[in-house]
Every structure is written in structure tokens, then in C-alpha cells.
């Protein structure tokens, strides 16, 4: 039952590799123990691999590595290729340290394997939208490896095989050399799908590459790859550690207070004043009109973080009334009391179906909030004044009292009317 025979009903037993052409898959030992049949003609699947064994299994070996890791471990580099035409027509070339994948991606079992031959991969992708995705898996796959990754793409319509007849081993070998860091391709081509956006667009369309950097426990590798990213952007590493504190060394974590795992810690200071950090939101990603922005008074916060940023608002307003957002964004990224929430709430996206009359409910829950506390105070200092006997200081309070409580009341039937509109 492990033959490449199957079964059919009533004519006995067939080969599933029939009009194929075939290549032996040996091990390390040089071995035959599995095989891989490409379809001669347009038949599908294209390539047909020996069904799974104990001595045979796909995401445990790679074509070639037993004729390539003599070579491979004298360069410590190894070429993987994703086609058995590939593979060989590089082997012909004197292109030695090459091997291909089965038909699958890459998986920890090769990883492992790698390591014992070779310090140094070297890949093929496709500056795609699926060579994007097929880089980010693999980033993954070698983060805290300890392997160096370069990545080579092909000139569009060639593939290692076409382009090493046109062009020769030794220019092939000089891509090589020349080719980025899996890292940087990565980058790059996230960077190129983002397109000219803004510097918080080109920072989102890095978050998944940011979200697998965090997943290394090699510290000095980590911060290695955190420079290059935050040199390709062009912004400062603290940026990148304001969005991700998980980037930094957790000893680094504790010393700031931060926890390992805190990318919601965020929304704890704002329980129970979900208006504030939505205002600040608002104000963050430049979205508050001028009118709005007149009616933001810094002292109707009561969180200190958000007040200190409207603060900041306030000294950066435009001609037009609103707030200049790339000088806020600088200058609240830089105050140590308020840059992580700057930086979480600046790249939030929530959805909001009318964002104007979400803000204008945001701002009456504030001024409510903002009189009852002021309302609670007073009542506060009235009681004192009456415990202590002082007659005027209570009259004068209680009438202060009285006159916020019927401000408060014709506040609450407007803010009804505007609401019921």
C-alpha cells in the first residue's frame, strides 16, 4: 500500500504517474525514497509527488540536498529553488549549492535541516503580490534562526532555469550577491504596495513584518532588523517602539512599566471616558473641523494624558483652523507623558457611519461630564462650609449650587432637542 499503484473498481491496478516525467527523491544517504512526476502536457496537478511515508515526507526534505550540501556547506549558502527543472538546470550550469522544494513552502523540519549545512539561504520570489506573502511566511518561518536570508528575484517571464541559459551562471551568482535581506525585500515591497501615502500608511502596511520582529527572543538581531525598518521608512526607532513596545527587551519593558503583551493596554486608562479617547482620536488623525476643534477645551478632559495632548493641539492650528496633524503628531510623539497613546490612537481605525455627529455627541457628553464634576465640587464645599459654620461661604455656594444645577438642566433639554434632530 505505500507503491505508487492505485486501485481502480474494475480494471485492476494503475500508475498515478503515468505520463510523467519522473525524478527520484533520494536522502541524505543518497537514498531513493520517494518520487516526483511532472504531467507531460497541459494534465493537472502539474506536479505529483510520492503519497507521504515514515521514510518520506514532503516538508522534511528537498529535492537535490544530497547532491548540493557538499557545496552548500563549503559556501555555508544554500540555494532553494521551487522547481525539480529548476534545481537541475542550475546544477548543469556548475551552479552546485541548490536544491528545491517538493510542491510545498518551506516548514520548521527544513529550517532545522538547513542549519546543519549552512548559515546563509538563499530564495527565489517573485516581486508580487503573492511573492509579498510568500516573503512574510518565510520571515516568519526563519525570525530567531540564526540563518541570513536573501531573496532574488528574476527578471519578469524568467524563471532560474530560462534565465540561466540567456544569461550565464556567473551573472546568476552576481544577483546573488547583490540580492537584499529577506527582511528588506519585504519591506520594500510592503513600502511599494502602500504606495505615496502618508507616514502612518507606510507604517501600517509594515505591521506584519513589526508583529513577526516581535516574535525573536534574539535581542541584538531583533535590533538590527528594527533599524533597517525604521531606516527604509524614515522615522526614528522610537516611533516603531511607541507602536509595538513589544519590540523592546522585556528587561526594557519592565523598566518603563510596560507589560509584555499590552497592545490593548491602551484602552485601560479610558474606561469609563470613552468620549475622551475618541475625541483624541479624532484630533490625532486630523479628522476634527475647526469648529470642533475651537470647542476642545483642554481643561473638560479629565484624563492628564489627553489633556496634555489637546494641549498640544492647540499650539499647532492652521490658518484654516484646524489642526496641523504632522506637527502634533511630532510633537506629542516626543513628550514621554502622552507618546504611547499618541501612537496607538493615531493608528486606530475605528468605523463610524457620520463622524460629524459622532464628534458633536463626544463633545456634549464631555461639557456634562465637565459640569457634573464641577457640580459635585461645589456641593463639596458647601457641605465643608455648613460642617465649619461658615455662614457666607455657604450662602454664596449654595447659590452657585443652585445656578449650575439650572444650567445643567437647560444644557441636558438642548443637548435632547440636538440629539432628537
Do not use: W
Not at 124 to 136: E, Q, S, T
Not at 344 to 358: C, F, G, I, K, N
Amino acid at each position: 500500500d505505500q507503491s505508487n499503484s492505485r486501485q481502480q473498481d474494475a480494471a485492476g491496478y494503475y500508475d498515478q504517474f503515468r505520463d510523467r516525467v519522473m525524478f527520484p527523491i533520494r536522502d541524505l544517504r543518497k537514498q531513493v525514497i520517494g518520487f516526483g512526476g511532472r504531467v507531460l502536457g497541459d494534465g493537472m496537478p502539474k506536479y505529483l509527488n510520492s503519497p507521504d511515508t515514515p521514510l518520506f515526507s514532503k516538508g522534511r526534505l528537498l529535492y537535490g540536498l544530497e547532491r548540493a550540501r557538499d557545496a552548500a556547506a563549503r559556501m555555508a549558502t544554500l540555494i532553494i529553488v521551487e522547481g525539480y527543472f529548476d534545481a537541475i538546470a542550475l546544477h548543469q550550469a556548475g551552479i552546485q549549492h541548490v536544491a528545491a522544494t517538493l510542491g510545498t513552502a518551506l516548514t520548521p523540519d527544513h529550517i532545522e535541516m538547513i542549519r546543519r549545512f549552512v548559515t546563509n539561504v538563499v530564495l527565489l520570489f517573485d516581486p508580487d503580490p503573492a511573492g509579498v506573502r510568500a516573503a512574510l511566511r518565510t520571515l516568519d518561518l526563519f525570525s530567531g534562526s540564526g540563518i541570513g536570508v536573501r531573496v532574488v528575484s528574476l527578471p519578469e517571464g524568467d524563471d532560474p532555469d530560462t534565465f540561466v541559459r540567456k544569461h550565464g551562471a556567473e551573472f546568476f551568482l552576481q544577483l546573488q550577491e547583490r540580492a537584499p535581506s529577506l527582511l528588506d525585500f519585504a519591506v520594500e515591497q510592503s513600502l511599494q504596495r502602500a504606495g505615496s501615502g502618508t507616514v502612518e500608511d507606510r507604517i501600517r502596511s509594515v505591521d506584519e513584518i513589526l508583529r513577526i520582529l516581535q516574535k525573536t527572543e534574539h535581542r541584538i538581531e531583533k535590533e538590527e532588523c528594527l533599524r533597517r525598518v525604521a531606516e527604509r521608512l524614515g522615522i526614528s526607532q522610537k516611533r516603531l517602539i511607541e507602536r509595538y513596545p513589544e519590540l523592546l527587551p522585556q528587561e526594557d519593558r519592565k523598566g518603563r512599566g510596560m507589560k509584555p503583551a499590552a497592545r490593548t493596554a491602551v484602552d485601560s486608562p479610558f474606561k469609563g471616558s470613552p468620549e475622551e479617547r475618541d475625541l483624541v482620536h479624532f484630533l490625532l488623525q486630523g479628522q476634527l473641523s475647526a469648529e470642533h476643534l475651537r470647542e476642545l477645551d483642554s481643561e473638560a478632559f479629565s484624563l492628564p494624558v489627553c489633556r496634555r495632548i489637546v494641549e498640544i493641539a492647540h499650539r499647532h492650528v492652521g490658518d484654516d483652523g484646524r489642526v496641523l496633524q504632522r506637527e502634533l503628531l511630532d510633537e506629542a510623539l516626543g513628550d514621554p507623558e502622552c507618546a504611547a497613546v499618541t501612537a496607538e490612537l493615531s493608528m486606530a481605525e475605528p468605523h463610524y457611519d457620520d463622524v460629524p455627529a459622532y464628534v458633536r455627541g463626544c463633545l456634549q457628553t464631555l461639557a456634562r461630564k465637565r459640569r457634573e464634576r464641577a457640580l459635585e465640587e461645589l456641593i463639596s464645599q458647601l457641605k465643608a462650609a455648613e460642617r465649619e459654620g461658615r455662614a457666607e461661604d455657604a450662602r454664596q455656594l449654595n447659590d452657585q449650587v443652585n445656578a449650575l444645577r439650572v444650567t445643567k438642566a437647560g444644557s441636558g433639554l438642548s443637548d435632547c432637542r440636538t440629539s432628537s434632530s
